[in-house]
């Protein structure tokens, strides 16, 4: 295996022997890696801080974390390629310098338009940094099992980071400043250029290295609107159940037994015109591709069963993952009263459970390949969140939330390591980033879609809950009522969450033939990302 390397790039790897320095490279992309995954959580618990500060209005907070998502979803495949093409470490420094300096300016933002572009810009360098980060680990280690400890990194930090985030988020918030939400990034970016440079080699795709720029257009805005679609439908339905409850109380202050149902977020017109827009960008970026010399992201990626599993698989926990730590955030802050600080505590059995399965399956995988794993795991994963769809208005923690998290944890570190290893197995040198971004993008477009389904079907069953309540006669003013009826709606979005967990362990057991005889030798390359 050959890597090309640029003048004054640093060191490069050979055909014959592993890299010397592999494991202390896979420690400094570790740290990028884990940036990128909790900046999609950490400023989620300084929200009302930050619009407080700024004066952000309601309708407007939601872009402090769309704005992000639809950069870093939309970029993703162009980042992957520009990684291939110009460079893996290249890209990597410029992504992390760039993250450091999007962070930055978040950190000294002074009103609304100033924080929405650092969260931009933030998005596109980390659509640089994450496929390169994973496409430079997917060169360093070609050992079977060396690629299994490396994937048993990653798969912890992809597991567990975003409970993390919320920890750091409400630690930051509650004893420093809602900047340093920010500005935590910058050190530890700057630390990993800094050991980057002597220790991470550098490698590029050999062969025709000619851009798609249509389709490169094609795909961005396709996964962008895509993703802004879904988000929408989120948002509407949130504020619709919002201003639903306002009125219901008013009314009933009033003396009018008239109960307003909140209309659904899927009757957005707007987030119909995104998604559909999105969806036939997408439909002409195949053709495209299917038609290009040099495409942007080879279909023989996406249309090998093993790889279409796994990225159909990641889709799906993508979904049902974010109803775990959206939702559960929400339950352990609104209804049982935690602290920020104590929330993001309250969150890490996720992390711990993660840490543990990461590190078996690891050790698993070289020996009994990837499918039992990845369906043991969505199988975990999915019961860890149907308990939780039973936690109540007075749950203890430890009856419920603790369990659940823990067998949730331990399911998705089952799920992540062996998911990674097979995404990319075969996808060649030349095409590391751009299928290191194909599962990225399909993590990113999966919670995207979780979001909205999730929300909606909380909202749904919130209004239901309060209808039935209030026709029976109750107080709609008690504080009792209405706490219930938020548990009711949030146990909803775990259950279907769980539901989507155990439909990935379904694609996983249908579509997933590899067995440990297919992965691929220690000197045949594997690109994970």
């Known amino acids: 295996m050959t890597h090309a390397s640029t003048p004054a790039a640093g060191p490069e790897t050979t055909a014959t022997e592993p890299y010397e320095k592999r494991w202390l490279a896979l420690g400094v992309i570790a740290m990028t890696v884990l940036l990128v995954i909790l900046d999609a959580t950490i400023v989620n618990i300084a929200l009302p801080a930050v619009s407080t500060d700024l004066g952000i209005t309601a309708a407007s907070q939601q872009w402090i974390v769309t704005a992000y998502t639809l950069t870093f979803g939309g970029f993703l495949l162009l980042g992957g390629r520009i990684a291939d093409y110009w460079g893996r470490k290249r ?244 209804v049982l009263g935690y602290e920020p600080v104590v929330a993001g505590l309250a969150s890490l059995p996720t992390t711990l459970g993660v840490f543990v399965s990461a590190g078996a399956a690891s050790a698993l995988v070289p020996r009994v390949g990837p499918k039992p794993l990845m369906v043991l795991g969505g199988l975990l994963a999915a019961a860890g969140l149907f308990t939780l769809s039973f936690v109540g208005v007075d749950t203890g923690f430890w009856a419920l939330p603790f369990p659940g998290q823990l067998l949730l944890g331990l399911g998705l570190g089952f799920t992540f390591v062996p998911l990674s290893n097979l995404a990319l197995v075969g996808a060649g040198e030349h095409d590391a980033g751009a299928a290191s971004a194909m599962l990225n993008a399909t993590q990113q477009v999966g919670a995207s879609i979780g979001t909205a389904v999730l929300a909606s079907l909380s909202v749904g069953a919130i209004s239901t809950y309060t209808a039935d309540v209030l026709t029976s006669g109750a107080d709609p003013q008690d504080p009792a009522v209405g706490l219930a009826a938020q548990v009711e709606g949030y146990t909803t979005a775990f259950t279907w969450a769980a539901g989507l967990l155990v439909l990935g362990a379904v694609a996983a057991a249908v579509l997933v033939k590899a067995t440990k005889q297919d992965l691929p030798a220690g000197d045949a390359p594997v690109h994970v990302g």
Do not use: H
Request: one cysteine or more; a neutral charge.
């Open 91 to 334: 890209t990597y420094l410029v992504g992390a310098v760039g993250f450091a300096v999007a962070s930055a300016l978040g950190g000294i933002a002074q009103n609304e338009a100033m924080l929405f572009a650092a969260r931009a810009l933030q998005g596109v360098f980390g659509a640089l940094l994450a496929p390169a980060s994973l496409a430079l680990l997917t060169v360093l280690f070609t050992d079977p099992r060396e690629r299994a400890k490396a994937f048993g990194v990653y798969g912890a930090i992809a597991g567990g980071g975003s409970a993390v985030g919320l920890l750091l988020g409400g630690v930051l918030t509650e004893y420093a400043d809602w900047r340093w939400c920010f500005w935590v990034n910058l050190p530890v970016a700057l630390l990993a250029v800094v050991l980057a440079i002597p220790i991470v080699p550098e490698s590029k795709a050999p062969g025709d290295t000619r851009y798609d720029i249509p389709g490169a257009v094609l795909i961005t805005l396709g996964l962008a609107s895509i993703v802004y679609g879904f988000t929408r439908v989120a948002e509407a339905s949130q504020t619709n159940a919002a201003e639903a409850a306002a009125a219901n109380a008013r009314a009933a202050a009033q003396g009018d037994p008239t109960l307003v149902t909140p209309d659904s977020g899927w009757t957005d017109g707007a987030a119909w015109l995104f998604i559909v827009a999105g969806l036939v960008l997408v439909a002409l970026f195949v053709l495209l591709e299917l038609r290009t010399r040099n495409p942007l992201l080879p279909m023989r990626i996406v249309l090998d069963r093993n790889r279409g599993g796994a990225y159909l698989t990641s889709t799906l926990v993508g979904a049902g993952l974010i109803g775990a730590f959206f939702f559960l955030s929400l339950y352990f802050q609104q």
